[in-house]
């Protein structure tokens, strides 16, 4: 292909210049592509949000990206490229990483004569890189070409190094990853040593995993506690003049959105998930979904296949090298072809807020920089399916809506929720986003913001998602957190010295008061469970060792651990308006021993699958209307958001 076949200028073979021609809105309606009632509404949209003209009316469905790419060639003089049929040459992009063509959305597509074509969705972009593809190409020329294509073609020709990428984003020390599991014959010989062991000091050993008991159920309490106090004692009925803060006035500095939502196996899914994410109300110009799937997951994109997605909503598949497949992995990879300068993440069964990506980007505007992540609240919409959702949902109602915002307010270390949290991307980036080989990579993340001096705060908006309300299913997802837990832990203590010089004094006890509570109370349950038969009158092997006060210490601190639970999960329940619910506040301690089984099985995975990732079946249970509860659940004030601003404006 030559330059006469390119249609292509002398003046453009050297350098692109910068070309003033009749607006793009005007050759758009000379082609027919739209009206001049959708000119005027589109710039004024433009105007509004400080957008790019295409990508108003793209994503308003009012034109389709051919029609802008052929719009933009008229404009500017520029010949187009269908990167489909012409596939670009693959060594060319050598030059440069990945990263850069997905970041600026360029890439070389071929040489005519001594010109190196640059395909572009977006001519200013060439020319704000000019300097650097002339020292990497010479003489370079542009070329129109559908974003997508380009981003699809940079996708192709780097798999390896983008998958490998994503594998290794974290940095090592900060990772999980160069973990083996231990040979099988080196355990049996351990676990027969330590059985052996155990016959002839089992009272002793006993009596050591009773006070451990003790000590780990302590420093849950303490935590659950100082963080429902805190929370309680911030509510505004004892801040009565405490200023809301003004919502911030709509303008063209409000950010472009990216939203990436992992998926995989998950045909139940696709057709509610399409239909949620497009009730928001976030202008669709400033908004990109990232639909995440595994190459090999077949089930999930033919269901996506029947669907129409809109434009601001695309498909990113993630390559399958490297052998591993989990979700951090997955938003690895799809963190680079994100365009946002907020990133956020979604599950497969979410149900956020209409008006949640508002919410998030003023509660950025007005917060510190140093705050680099909002968590949002989670809550189902399935409670009514059966008592272990009913259960769940009391669960996740005292975390997220009394517990966790205190201990934000106590400023402690955060551990994230799994979905609805929203991060600034220079921050985000910067700590090498998730950890591939982590799988609770929200916890870990949590601790990485602090460990760098970042701040998580919660915000009040709410993302209902589906309860796991099946025994099997319930058990394999506990596992996978708890497993996570136990792999955020020892990453983070392996050097415990430079963890409390990065955390300092107070939030490093308050991450051993949260994995180490955690992670003892259900690990040492069944020992704390033997010690209620003394109530009963019943012979107990650590009656003559472990003095009765230390005993009946231990069982009052078990009462105080119930009551707890009790009293917060009512005061969460009448947060969430889910008053309903409050008679099953008692059954609460035939709830969590399921989590025995699931902890234990979590450990054996840690040593034989620490990468295994189990997944969690949604799409099981029918939405319920969700509630509308009071809208000061995190905050003393919320702020107002602006009226949703309905496309024709």
């Not at 045909?267 to 908004?287: D, G, Q, T, V």
């Not at 460990?451 to 993302?463: H, K, S, V």
Request: glycine fraction near 6%.
């Amino acid at each position: 292909m030559n330059k006469q076949e390119l249609n292509l200028p002398d003046s453009l073979a050297a350098a692109m210049p910068h070309l003033r021609r009749r607006p793009l809105g005007q050759f758009l309606v000379e082609m027919g592509v739209i009206t001049q009632g959708h000119l005027v509404a589109a710039l004024h949209l433009q105007r509004r949000f400080g957008v790019r003209l295409g990508d108003v009316l793209v994503a308003e469905g009012w034109a389709t990206a051919k029609d802008i790419c052929a719009a933009l060639a008229q404009q500017s003089g520029i010949p187009q490229a269908d990167l489909l049929r012409h596939a670009p040459d693959p060594v060319l992009a050598r030059a440069l990483p990945p990263q850069f063509w997905l970041r600026q959305g360029l890439l070389p597509w071929r040489r005519v004569g001594q010109v190196t074509m640059i395909a572009t969705s977006d001519p200013d972009s060439f020319t704000r890189n000019l300097v650097l593809l002339r020292h990497s190409y010479g003489p370079v020329a542009p070329v129109i070409a559908n974003r997508h294509q380009v981003q699809s073609a940079v996708a192709q020709n780097f798999a390896q190094e983008l998958a490998e990428a994503a594998n290794t984003r974290v940095p090592r020390d900060y990772s999980y990853r160069g973990w083996r599991p231990p040979c099988r014959r080196r355990l049996a010989l351990i676990a027969a040593c330590g059985f052996i062991a155990l016959c002839l000091t089992a009272k002793a050993l006993l009596a050591l995993a009773c006070v451990l008991a003790f000590l780990t159920l302590f420093l849950f309490v303490l935590l659950r506690l100082g963080g429902a106090l805190a929370n309680l004692l911030a509510h505004p009925m004892f801040h009565p003049l405490r200023p809301c803060p003004r919502a911030l006035p709509w303008s063209s500095e409000w950010p472009c959105v990216s939203v990436m939502i992992p998926l995989y196996r998950e045909p139940e899914i696709a057709e509610a998930l399409l239909a949620r994410i497009a009730r928001l109300s976030y202008p669709k110009a400033l908004l990109e979904v990232l639909l995440v799937l595994e190459e090999h997951d077949t089930i999930t994109r033919q269901a996506l296949a029947g669907s129409h997605l809109p434009p601001w909503m695309r498909i990113v598949e993630v390559p399958a090298h490297g052998g591993l497949t989990t979700k951090p992995r997955a938003m690895d990879y799809a963190l680079d072809f994100c365009k946002g300068e907020i990133i956020g993440v979604w599950d497969a069964e979410d149900a956020p807020a209409e008006d949640q990506i508002e919410r998030v980007v003023q509660r950025f505007a007005q917060a510190p920089a140093r705050v680099a992540c909002l968590q949002g609240i989670l809550d189902f919409y399935n409670p009514r399916s059966n008592w272990r959702a009913r259960c769940f949902t009391i669960e996740y109602a005292t975390w997220f809506r009394l517990i966790l915002p205190g201990l934000a307010r106590l400023g402690l270390v955060m551990p994230l929720g799994g979905t609805t949290h929203f991060f600034r991307r220079a921050p985000l980036e910067a700590l090498g986003g998730w950890d591939a080989h982590n799988v609770t990579e929200d916890a870990d993340l949590g601790v990485r913001l602090y460990r760098a001096g970042y701040r998580t705060e919660m915000i009040d908006t709410i993302t209902y998602e589906e309860a796991t309300c099946r025994a099997r299913p319930w058990i394999k997802q506990r596992s996978r957190w708890l497993k996570g837990f136990m792999v955020t832990y020892l990453v983070h203590m392996r050097q415990p010295i430079t963890l409390w010089r990065d955390l300092g004094s107070w939030r490093f006890l308050g991450v051993q008061a949260f994995f180490l509570g955690t992670l003892g109370q259900f690990l040492l349950a069944p020992v704390l469970w033997s010690l209620w038969a003394m109530l009963l009158g019943l012979p107990h092997p650590l009656t003559p060792l472990l003095p009765p006060e230390v005993l009946r210490a231990g069982l009052a601190l078990a009462l105080v651990s119930e009551t707890l639970s009790i009293v917060t999960g009512l005061a969460a329940l009448a947060r969430a308006g889910r008053r309903f619910l409050m008679p099953w506040v008692l059954t609460l301690p035939l709830y969590y021993p399921l989590g025995v089984l699931a902890v234990y099985k979590a450990l054996y995975e840690l040593l034989f699958d620490p990468f295994y990732w189990d997944k969690t079946l949604h799409g099981q249970a029918a939405p319920e209307l969700p509630p509308q509860p009071p809208q000061d659940d995190v905050s003393d004030c919320v702020p107002a958001c602006p009226h949703p601003v309905s496309a024709a404006s």
